[in-house]
């Protein structure tokens, strides 16, 4: 059996740190300084952490191979199943040409771009996230972006900057179930404290899609519409995760946040809008376009533009029906106690031929990781497929239509499918070998200035992996163990893990790959990487300084149990 050596340099945590970094060192190099492609980067970085795993660590060879399988094969599935899925049911719309209608509905609500940011990117952004998930959320809002008027590039940075605020309570409530499974802590009170955390950027994520979709000019104009928003989406989120569910919070505030948006442009109309709306119409015909006549969003299937403007009743119901019923399956999936019970039942547990059973953890326990779980039918995916089928069926779309798109858009993800399956390739042997939980060994070592950094273990486990579940399975019990050792609250830094996971989620390869499929950005992943990464790094400093002073001068904030 292989237990790995959390020190395997020289006896020394620092450098064998510093080399268990090398293959994220790649990634970000690769992406942003040398702008590669992502799958290029995304293979570089895997056969760097396969010789780090082999050579420094003394993994037997084996096993880093069949490490890599495995993680492809989660990369695959579920990964990649739900994305291809999320983005095959949009096209479905653009094929029956129901696209346009739901621009026209939009357009209905407001036809101010950065209005349409905050209600697209971040509302109904935030409700994909509580009910689905696993880069579902950025795929659909980016194409519904691309649907109203915006660039690619814009598209795709807006919706991953306001795929943060609800990521920590996503999934109902996932990465904190997870994380309270993990360390024994009850998870409604890891909940309660990250919503004394996540709640403070949640307020001020929709000013900053302002900027992004209009600068300054923009903020100037729509601060009371972005802060109501944000401030609406905060406090609900506060008040859910503290005294009514942990599971519905983002379910909640979303509702709540739409509401509010709604309700305000009732009886407020920001200036500036059609200024907005030039810029963006300008911006758009210096892109590249695709050919005259069709409607190609995010690369998707053409089909013939539509003259006819005067929504009816129905036409409205139409147009929303797909996005009705991914929210009405996927609340019944999660809500419905008897029917989420069948579904998980329906799981198959795949121990990994010739892994599971030779693999330790640093602390002697097999490798739970090493079972791989077949979600044929529990998987977001495969709601998802069903959804599309449905509504393939209710447009009336032929099953060789529906077929025809299935296989085009398979066609057109094949890149993406190979850099998701090789990060998650890298994140299983970064994981299995050891390196990772010794960088993390390392960072926790600094004792009470731990509180200030423990996010950053979050932040990086959510960029390698494209997810804050995999973030807490693979730090929260290093966090609870760091912070008995040095004497602070260990629900505080699990909590801080989970909500560093937040603003990670937009750098990580897999999220970018999704980003850039679905505005038709192929091979420009390094270019939304540099756009983004500020971000990230801007609102993890912010973190880092919260929960520090969360565990001193701000413990006053933090719920006891």
Same mark, same amino acid.
């Given at each position: ?23 994220? !060192? ?7 300084? !040398? ?53 095959? !049911? ?64 814009r598209a795709a940075t807006v919706v991953l900057l306001a795929n943060t605020a609800p990521v920590a309570f996503g999934a109902i409530a996932i990465p904190i179930i997870t994380a309270g499974n993990l360390t024994g802590i009850p998870y409604q009170h890891i909940g309660a404290i990250i919503g004394h955390q996540a709640p403070f950027f949640a307020a001020v994520v929709p000013l900053f899609l302002v900027f992004l979709v209009d600068g300054k000019r923009g903020v100037k104009q729509m601060w009371p519409l972005a802060l109501v928003v944000g401030l609406t989406f905060a406090i609900s989120q506060f008040v859910s995760s503290n005294f009514i569910s942990v599971e519905l919070t983002d379910i909640i505030a979303s509702l709540a946040g739409l509401a509010a948006a709604v309700i305000m442009l009732q009886f407020w109309t ?183 950094? &423990?996010?950053?273990?979050?932040? !990086? ?64 992943? &390094? ?35």
């Amino acid at each position: 059996m292989y237990t790995p050596d959390l020190a395997p340099l020289a006896g020394s945590l620092t450098l064998s740190s510093l080399v268990a970094l090398l293959p994220l !060192l790649t990634i970000f190099l690769t992406l942003g300084v !040398l702008r590669w492609k992502a799958h290029w980067a995304g293979l570089a970085a895997l056969v760097v952490a396969m010789l780090v795993a082999a050579v420094v660590y003394g993994m037997p060879v084996d096993l880093v191979a069949l490490s890599a399988t495995e993680g492809l094969a989660f990369g695959l599935f579920p990964i990649m199943w739900i994305v291809l899925n999320a983005i095959w !049911l949009y096209e479905l719309t653009v094929r029956s040409g129901r696209f346009e209608d739901l621009r026209l509905v939009i357009d209905a609500i407001s036809d101010d771009p950065r209005v349409q940011a905050i209600i697209i990117a971040f509302c109904f952004g935030g409700l994909l996230e509580a009910l689905a998930g696993f880069g579902a959320p950025v795929a659909i809002t980016g194409v519904m972006l691309m649907a109203v008027g915006f660039t690619a590039m814009r598209a795709a940075t807006v919706v991953l900057l306001a795929n943060t605020a609800p990521v920590a309570f996503g999934a109902i409530a996932i990465p904190i179930i997870t994380a309270g499974n993990l360390t024994g802590i009850p998870y409604q009170h890891i909940g309660a404290i990250i919503g004394h955390q996540a709640p403070f950027f949640a307020a001020v994520v929709p000013l900053f899609l302002v900027f992004l979709v209009d600068g300054k000019r923009g903020v100037k104009q729509m601060w009371p519409l972005a802060l109501v928003v944000g401030l609406t989406f905060a406090i609900s989120q506060f008040v859910s995760s503290n005294f009514i569910s942990v599971e519905l919070t983002d379910i909640i505030a979303s509702l709540a946040g739409l509401a509010a948006a709604v309700i305000m442009l009732q009886f407020w109309t920001p200036e500036g809008g059609k200024d907005a709306l030039e810029k963006m119409r300008g911006e758009r015909e210096t892109e590249q376009a695709g050919p005259v006549g069709t409607t190609s969003a995010g690369g998707a299937v053409a089909t013939t533009a539509r003259t006819d403007v005067r929504l009816t009743p129905g036409r409205v119901l139409m147009a929303l029906f797909p996005y009705l019923l991914v929210i009405a399956i996927f609340s019944a999936s999660k809500l419905i106690p008897v029917l989420s019970s069948a579904l998980a039942a329906t799981d198959i547990k795949i121990p990994w031929p010739g892994l599971d059973g030779q693999v330790l953890t640093a602390d002697g326990e097999l490798a739970g990781s090493t079972v791989y779980a077949f979600q044929w039918l529990s998987s977001p995916g495969t709601l998802l497929l069903i959804t599309g089928i449905i509504v393939a069926i209710v447009y009336r779309l032929s099953l060789r239509d529906a077929a025809d798109v299935y296989l085009t858009n398979l066609v057109k993800l094949r890149y993406s499918i190979l850099t998701v399956a090789s990060v998650l390739a890298l994140a299983y042997v970064m994981n299995l070998s050891g390196q990772t939980i010794t960088i993390g060994t390392w960072i926790a070592g600094t004792g009470a200035a731990f509180a200030f950094l &423990s996010p950053i273990l979050g932040w !990086l486990g959510t960029a390698v992996t494209g997810s804050d579940t995999s973030a807490n399975a693979l730090f929260a019990t290093l966090q609870q163990t760091a912070a008995e050792k040095a004497g602070l609250d260990p629900a505080l830094l699990v909590a801080a893990n989970t909500s560093g996971g937040v603003v990670g989620k937009m750098i990580s390869p897999q999220n970018l790959t999704i980003a850039a499929t679905a505005v038709g950005l192929l091979g420009q992943e &390094s270019a939304i990487f540099r756009k983004v990464i500020w971000w990230s790094l801007g609102m993890l400093a912010g973190l880092c300084l919260l929960v520090g002073l969360q565990s001193t001068v701000l413990s006053w904030m933090i719920p006891t149990l």
